[in-house]
């Protein structure tokens, strides 16, 4: 394996961690404020 490859695969390897981080979060962020969407009551009429 050449240099070049070897950097890229490290920064690949480093840069796989965080992604598969914010990702999971952003997907259970989603998919939390879609489930209490159930939940919220619709009418905004206040009387």
Same mark, same amino acid.
């Not at 490859?5 to 961690?17: C, D, K, P, R, T």
């Not at 979060?25 to 939940?39: E, Q, T």
């Given at each position: 394996? #050449?240099? %070049?490859?070897?950097?890229?695969? @490290?920064? %690949?390897?480093? /840069? /796989?961690?965080?992604?598969?981080?914010? !990702?999971?979060? %952003?997907?259970? /962020?989603?998919? #939390? %404020?879609?489930?209490? #969407?159930?939940?919220?009551?619709?009418? !905004? @009429?206040?009387?």
């Amino acid at each position: 394996m #050449s240099t %070049l490859e070897s950097v890229i695969w @490290h920064v %690949l390897g480093y /840069a /796989a961690m965080p992604v598969i981080i914010l !990702t999971g979060f %952003l997907a259970v /962020a989603v998919v #939390s %404020l879609w489930l209490l #969407s159930f939940g919220k009551d619709k009418s !905004t @009429h206040h009387s």
